[in-house]
């Protein structure tokens, strides 16, 4: 059974910066790539960035050039450098890999403070 679980979030003050990471019990390598989303308080969970098998990244605009995704295939893990942080980035993070099958972790929460 695939399990993910992320660690890392916490209380930081606006542009501070925060290292969320996800520990995968399988070998990240079969997937076709690997993400982080986050939910925001009585609004939908959304896109914050992936990374694919070979490395390249993508953003919501949102995050681009103050957060940065990485994938560790020896490790099995996936990491999100987040700087310069906002209020509005306060959220639970989740970890997602895709392969067949979509798989989540329970989430980690991040919130940022004024």
């Known amino acids: 059974q695939v399990q993910l679980v992320e660690s890392g979030g916490g209380l930081v003050q606006a542009g501070g910066s925060l290292r969320l990471s996800c520990a995968v019990s399988?070998?990240?390598?079969?997937?076709?790539?690997m993400g982080w989303y986050r939910q925001a308080p009585g609004k939908q969970r959304e896109l914050v960035a992936t990374?694919?098998?070979?490395?390249?990244?993508n953003y919501a605009d949102s995050v681009k050039g103050r957060f940065t995704i990485s994938r560790d295939n020896a490790k099995n893990t996936v990491s999100l450098q987040m700087n310069s942080l906002k209020p509005d980035d306060t959220a639970v993070y989740y970890c997602?890999?895709?392969?067949?099958?979509?798989?989540w972790g329970k989430g980690t929460l991040v919130t940022v403070s004024s």
């Open positions: 990374v694919t098998r070979g490395g390249s990244p």
């Open positions: 399988v070998s990240i390598f079969s997937f076709n790539a």
């Open positions: 997602n890999c895709k392969g067949v099958m979509d798989y």
